[in-house]
Every structure is written in C-alpha cells, then in structure tokens.
C-alpha cells in the first residue's frame, strides 16, 4: 500500500520560511509526478506546485518567485521551499503524487495535510 507522509508545517509571522517536505513509502513501482496542494477554510483546494519525475516545473502565479519545489527520486521524496511567506498562504497543505504501484496500473495519492499558519 502507498502512503505519502508530510511534515514541516507550523506558525510563522508574515515575510517568514517554512519548508515541507512529502515522502511516498510502499509498494511503488514509479513515481511520476509530485506536487503540494492547499485549501483555506472556505475555499477549494488549488495547486501550489508540481514537478515531475524529469524535474520539470509548474507554480500556482500567486507563489512564483516565493516558493521552489524539488524533488530527490531516489528517496521518493518531496520538498516545497516556502519564503516570503503572506497571510493568505494560510492553509492546509496536501502533498499529491501520481503513483505506479504495477507497470501498467497507477493511481493520484494524497497525504494526510499539513497546516501552515502565516500570521501578520
């Protein structure tokens, strides 16, 4: 079974860094893409950032040039670099990967959340 595990959330003042980072465990055959999604109270969840296994990119317009993704594909792994930090990245925060668990078959996995508080 696949289980993606995210840490590194908590309280910082505005203008502040947090990191997160996301860890895929299980039976995997490949890992393709990874991302971080987040969802305020009373908003949909959007995306904050993508990268695939080739390490190309994508950011949500609102975070460009504060937040950079990366990835370590031999851990399985992924880290979201979060400086510049404002009040309305307020959120929680769900790590995403599109998973390979056999070689013709893949499912989208979410992790269980991970609070980020941006106070001003």
């Known amino acids: 079974q696949v289980r993606l595990v995210e840490s590194g959330g908590g309280l910082v003042q505005a203008g502040g860094s947090l990191r997160l980072s996301c860890a895929a465990s299980?039976?995997?055959?490949?890992?393709?893409?990874m991302g971080w999604y987040r969802q305020a109270p009373g908003k949909q969840r959007e995306l904050v950032a993508t990268?695939?296994?080739?390490?190309?990119?994508n950011y949500a317009d609102s975070v460009k040039g504060r937040f950079t993704i990366s990835r370590d594909n031999a851990q399985n792994t992924a880290l979201l670099q979060m400086n510049s930090l404002k009040p309305e990245d307020t959120a929680v925060y769900y790590c995403?990967?599109?998973?390979?668990?056999?070689?013709?078959?893949?499912?989208?996995?979410w992790g269980q959340g991970t609070q980020v508080t941006v106070s001003s």
């Open positions: 299980g039976s995997m055959i490949r890992v393709v893409t």
């Open positions: 990268i695939t296994n080739g390490s190309s990119t």
């Open positions: 995403n990967a599109y998973i390979y668990y056999s070689i013709f078959r893949g499912a989208d996995y």
